[in-house]
């Protein structure tokens, strides 16, 4: 199993930009696929972005295209999510979540989660 912890959060403004990084532990990083979800208040859990195992593809949810960049460094275990433009509509608290690269990376189903870190963008 995989232990992961998200950092990076905070309040800004419109227009402004964040790093967020999330560190994994316990099991061989370049296993798995990596990815950032969000939940903002009162709604459900949606997908933002992902990357395979090696850093080789990314995906995106069309709401962050252009504005969001996921990346990761397999010699440190971590995955970032490089958060520019933000809007007050990406107010949300950003999970990190982990699976196995023998699944697929896109289809949004993961299986290991941080305990996730708050993003509040003022207008």
């Known amino acids: 199993q995989v232990q992961l912890v998200e950092s990076g959060g905070g309040l800004v403004q419109a227009g402004d930009s964040l790093r967020l990084s999330c560190v994994a532990s316990?099991?061989?990083?370049?296993?798995?696929?990596m990815a950032w979800f969000r939940q903002a208040p009162g709604k459900e859990r949606e997908f933002v972005a992902a990357?395979?195992?090696?850093?080789?593809?990314?995906y995106y949810v069309d709401s962050v295209k252009g504005r969001f960049t996921i990346s990761r460094d397999n010699a440190k275990n971590t995955v970032f999510l490089q958060m520019n433009s933000l809007k007050p509509a990406d107010t949300a608290v950003y999970y990190c979540?982990?699976?196995?690269?023998?699944?697929?990376?896109?289809?949004?189903?993961?299986?290991?989660w941080g305990q996730g870190t708050q993003v509040t963008v003022s207008s």
């Open positions: 990357i395979n195992w090696n850093g080789g593809d990314t």
């Open positions: 979540a982990a699976k196995s690269l023998l699944k697929n990376y896109q289809d949004g189903r993961y299986d290991y």
């Open positions: 316990g099991r061989t990083f370049n296993n798995y696929h």
